[in-house]
DNA sequence: GTAATAACCTACTAAATTAGTCGGGTAAAT
DNA sequence: ATTTACCCGACTAATTTAGTAGGTTATTAC
């Protein structure tokens, strides 16, 4: 099982794609700058959800990324299964030879646990996330940030009232 | 969120600890030999759990380990918190300063799947475990296994057979 | 047509984590 | 006294993560 900055960045870069899909395509430096996640790699992450059919690519100036389909058919675990292998909590993949050719003694836990992740993260959908208040909030305060310079633009003034 | 072995073989060392309370303290190298696990790395695990006060250890001849409380009262979450950190799914533990110092995008949504993940494995205890069909039949095999000589031996009996 | 933009692609790398190993101890039973 | 088995710290190889670097290709604006 893991999940890591690998899968949560993807999904705030989705949820991003999705908060400002009105604009058309969105950049890459945009998401960068509005998420504080590095260019080049988000430019890898980006290379997976394009090869799973989540995003598609506009190419040249004003180009950038969109959603391949709308906001609803787009879930969480589809996102993370697509950058991460998967969010299958077993060693063996669901193999079942997870001790040197057999079962091993917790195999059947581990894959109700998986079970019980991904039926979670497949029951949220991108929509669902962009008319959360939570989300609503943190999104406001990004863009006002991204129109005063960048991401950080928070530590600069904090330094200052310092 | 991490759940990798160390987690797993965690649980399936208390698993194998409970399986076997009735036989007085079980010594790591049985466990090792029945779950095809590493002795070393088994005493670092046990360490952890012993601080976590899970289970007991009796030194000297005919020693090793017992869990300290009913199998009832021992969780799974527990087991895996005290080897692992945590199974908390943010990358700020919780403490909402994943983006340069300001909550990120995803937040909430990585805090729900932690509570949800937490609340899964806390409801299974090591007694509800022991009396699943799936764990029986594996630990069965395993009685046999062990008696015949090591965790491995079918592998030595596959290879007679080619 | 040229310059700028932004996707696309491959390869490399530093840091962290995992999954161990190794070599010694120390407590208790025979 | 010797064996058993817990205890402890340091070390290591392999893997993964997160990110960098340096390019190429397609498209638009001038």
Same mark, same amino acid.
């Given at each position: ?9 993807? /999904? ?11 604009? &058309?395509? /969105? ?5 960068? *700058? %509005? ?11 980006? +290379? ?10 506009? #190419? ?5 990324? #969109? =959603? ?7 879930? /969480? ?14 060693? @063996?993949?669901? %193999? +079942? !030879? @997870?001790?040197? &050719? *057999?079962? @091993? =003694?917790?195999?059947?836990?581990? @894959?109700?646990?998986?079970? $019980? ?5 497949? $029951? ?8 959360? *208040?939570? /989300? %609503?909030?943190?999104?406001?305060? $990004?863009?006002?940030?991204? %129109? ?13 009232? !310092?």
């Amino acid at each position: 099982m893991r999940l890591t900055t690998k899968g949560r960045y993807a /999904v705030t870069a989705m949820l991003d794609l999705a908060l400002h899909s009105d604009q &058309g395509p /969105v950049s890459l430096s945009d998401i960068s *700058n %509005r998420q504080g996640i590095s260019l080049s790699y988000l430019e890898q992450l980006f +290379s997976k959800l394009r090869k799973k059919l989540l995003v598609t690519s506009v #190419r040249g100036p004003g180009g950038g990324y #969109r =959603l391949s389909r709308s906001n609803e058919d787009i879930f /969480v675990a589809q996102i993370v299964d697509a950058v991460n292998e998967s969010v299958d909590a077993t060693g @063996c993949k669901g %193999r +079942s !030879d @997870c001790q040197s &050719g *057999n079962t @091993c =003694l917790t195999h059947h836990l581990w @894959c109700d646990l998986s079970d $019980q992740i991904h039926d979670f993260l497949s $029951q949220i959908s991108l929509a669902q996330l962009v008319s959360r *208040n939570d /989300v %609503r909030q943190v999104a406001d305060r $990004q863009n006002i940030e991204s %129109r005063q310079g960048g991401a950080d633009s928070h530590m600069i003034s904090a330094a200052i009232i !310092d």
